[in-house]
């Protein structure tokens, strides 16, 4: 399962600004991400649904590569990131 954002925010754990379109981590605790979902911060989608590419920003491909559980470098740029998602 994934989740979408909706809404432009700042996440209160990680201090990562989430906009809208990107992937929210899977990993947080199940009560923040439904609080998420009540104030209509994100939403569940289809994980075959979202696709990433060079338009995404490199927050955002790392939340997705974290909701995949797929490790990265901490300075990754923003082509080894997409080569991540290649492979």
Do not use: H
């Amino acid at each position: 399962m994934a989740y979408k954002v909706l809404q432009s925010f700042r996440d209160e754990q990680s201090r990562v600004v989430y906009k809208p379109g990107s992937i929210y981590p899977t990993d947080s605790p199940a009560e923040r991400i439904e609080k998420l979902i009540n104030l209509s911060f994100i939403i569940e989608i289809s994980e075959e649904v979202e696709t990433i590419t060079d338009k995404n920003t490199v927050d955002e491909i790392k939340a997705f590569l974290d909701a995949k559980n797929i490790k990265y470098a901490a300075k990754a740029t923003k082509s080894e990131l997409l080569a991540l998602l290649e492979d």
